[in-house]
């Protein structure tokens, strides 16, 4: 198990991280985009030691999923699934929050059908539609 060491941006909030892998994704919605004006940064990992809980604010965003920020500071913090299925609990953090980051490298972009044109990552890596994502999350059969 993999860790790193994070905090929101006013430090009122701290943690350690634990992650299998060393990969992370980028998400292109419409929602994540607003939430960090920008592309949804994130790993999926489990938060452990949290210091400062009082300051952590979460509010369902969506029928599937909540996210949380730093009620002091804004930071957003981590966008979780809370939907049935194979998903559910999975907890997405922020890149920008770890201090050690380096050697993790991007394993995919979601919701591109999203994306402004007026960006792009380099490399090789998975890239998916809305339409695709909402498929993996489905509970049907």
């Known amino acids: 198990m993999n860790k790193a060491h994070g905090q929101c941006l006013c430090n009122a909030i701290s943690f350690t991280a634990e992650y299998k892998e060393e990969k992370f994704s980028a998400c292109h919605c419409d929602m994540c985009r607003k939430w960090g004006s920008g592309p949804y940064l994130a790993m999926a990992a489990t938060l452990n030691d949290v210091k400062g809980k009082e300051h952590i604010k ?20 981590y966008y979780k699934v809370t939907a049935e299925g194979q998903h559910k609990g999975i907890t997405y953090i922020s890149m920008g929050l770890l201090d050690e980051s380096a050697d993790l490298v991007m394993e995919r972009e979601i919701f591109i059908d999203q994306k402004p044109e007026g960006y792009n990552f380099a490399g090789d890596h998975i890239k998916q539609t809305a339409e695709e994502v909402m498929a993996e999350f489905s509970t049907e059969d």
């Open 58 to 77: 979460s509010y369902k965003s969506s029928e599937w999923a909540e996210r949380a920020f730093c009620n002091n500071c804004g930071t957003n913090l």
